[in-house]
């Protein structure tokens, strides 16, 4: 059975920062792109950031850049969300998603997945003064 579990999630002050993890048992990452996906309260849920799953190519989110750095260890199968300097946009409950053989991460972040796809049950973030 593949079970997705993300945790790391909390409340923070702006400026602050967050390291979201997804670990995955049941399969092993190296065949799965990975993505993070936010839903922030009363709003659609969109891609934060994907990683190809080669892990040769990344993809962020104009909100995303410069301040959120998505990795993997395939020892430990997980996956990272380093967020830094937080702001109060970035409040929602982040998702992690894989979908298998997927190479494109800007298209993986830009798509709401389908039924071969396995999700976690999220972890919130939330930013606030």
């Known amino acids: 059975q593949v079970q997705l579990v993300e945790s790391g999630g909390g409340l923070v002050h702006p400026g602050g920062s967050l390291r979201l993890s997804c670990s995955v048992s049941?399969?092993?990452?190296?065949?799965?792109?990975v993505a993070w996906f936010r839903r922030a309260p009363g709003k659609e849920r969109v891609g934060v950031s994907c990683?190809?799953?080669?892990?040769?190519?990344?993809y962020y989110a104009d909100s995303a850049k410069g301040r959120f750095t998505i990795s993997r260890h395939i020892a430990k199968n997980t996956v990272w969300l380093q967020m830094n300097n937080l702001q109060t946009e970035d409040t929602g409950v982040y998702y992690c998603?894989?979908?298998?053989?997927?190479?494109?991460?800007?298209?993986?972040?830009?798509?709401?997945?389908?039924?071969?796809?396995?999700w976690g049950q999220g972890t919130e973030v939330t930013v606030s003064s």
């Open positions: 998603l894989l979908k298998k053989y997927m190479e494109d991460p800007k298209t993986l972040c830009s798509s709401p997945g389908s039924g071969d796809d396995y």
């Open positions: 049941g399969l092993t990452l190296d065949d799965y792109a």
């Open positions: 990683i190809s799953s080669s892990a040769r190519q990344t």
